[in-house]
C-alpha cells in the first residue's frame, strides 16, 4: 500500500476530485493548510504599510491506495493541478505498512 500526499492550489481542488472520482477514487483526507516554498509568498498593504505573508494556503489530500493504483493517480493529480505557474505543488509517494478498518476490524488491503 502506499500513501499519496499532493499539496496544490485550493483553486484545483474540485478539478483534481473531479478528475480522481472519474478514475473511480472516492476517498481521501483533504486539508486547509499553509505552506512556502519557490513561490516565496507575496507582499501585503494593511493600513498603508506594507507586510510580507510568507505562509500561502493550500491544500493538502492524502489518498492511502494499492500500489497498483499509484501512477494513475499521481498521473491524474498532477495533471489536474497544473497551472505552469510556480506554486503548483508537490506529490509525495509514502509506503503504508498497514491499514486497518475500525468499524470492521479489516485490515491491510481489504480496509482500503
Not at 42 to 48: A, D, F, M, T
Not at 69 to 75: F, L, S
Request: charged fraction near 30%; include cysteine.
Amino acid at each position: 500500500m502506499k500513501k499519496i500526499e499532493a499539496i496544490i492550489r485550493p483553486a484545483k481542488l474540485e478539478e483534481v476530485k473531479d478528475a480522481l472520482e472519474r478514475f473511480g477514487i472516492y476517498g481521501m483526507t483533504v486539508s486547509q493548510v499553509l505552506g512556502c516554498g519557490m513561490q516565496k509568498g507575496r507582499v501585503g498593504i494593511y493600513r498603508g504599510h506594507e507586510y510580507s505573508i510568507n505562509l500561502l494556503p493550500k491544500v493538502k489530500l492524502e489518498i492511502v491506495l494499492q500500489d497498483r493504483w499509484v501512477d494513475g493517480v499521481v498521473d491524474i493529480i498532477s495533471r489536474a493541478a497544473y497551472t505552469g505557474e510556480v506554486g503548483d505543488g508537490k506529490i509525495f509517494v509514502c509506503e503504508v505498512e498497514n491499514s486497518l478498518r475500525v468499524r470492521t476490524g479489516e485490515t491491510g488491503d481489504d480496509a482500503l
